[in-house]
């Protein structure tokens, strides 16, 4: 068992008004996002399966061709090469969790 704090983990800086903080395990990946408020995603796919949470703020959800809002609390389910994106919406920041399996590979080669 391996133990994580928050505080104690590298943020690394995507893009102005975008932070992430990275725990790998074995066969899954949990990424800590913050965005700051209007701060985008655009729509892409990968091939990795992807629970998504979000903890604090909201923000606007496209899934596919559906658009939806959601906010602290609300989970989605998102199924490999699903094509997804957001926008941040609101005053305050949206902080989320994403669960990748497998390992998002890309977003390690970009932390080195």
């Known amino acids: 068992m391996t133990?994580?704090?928050?505080e104690d983990l590298k943020a690394e800086t995507v893009r102005a008004g975008?932070?992430?903080k990275i725990v790998v395990g074995n066969e899954l990946m949990l990424v800590l996002w913050n965005f700051e408020p209007?701060?985008?995603?655009?729509?892409?796919?990968?091939?990795?399966e992807q629970l998504l949470?979000?903890?604090?703020?909201?923000?606007?959800?496209q899934l596919e061709t559906q658009?939806?809002?959601l906010k602290a609390g609300?989970?989605?389910h998102i199924p490999p090469n699903?094509?997804?994106?957001f926008v941040a919406i609101g005053d305050k920041p949206l902080t989320i969790i994403d669960i990748f399996h497998p390992i998002r590979?890309?977003?390690?080669r970009k932390e080195k």
């Not at 590979?105 to 390690?108: G, H, M, N, R």
Request: cysteine-free; aromatic content about 10%; proline content about 5%.
């Open 105 to 108: 590979e890309d977003f390690l």
């Open 74 to 76: 609300d989970i989605v």
């Open 53 to 61: 949470y979000v903890i604090e703020g909201e923000g606007e959800f």
């Open 3 to 6: 133990i994580y704090k928050s």
């Open 18 to 20: 975008a932070q992430r």
């Open 82 to 85: 699903e094509s997804h994106g």
């Open 38 to 48: 209007n701060q985008t995603s655009a729509p892409h796919s990968h091939p990795n």
């Open 67 to 69: 658009k939806t809002k």
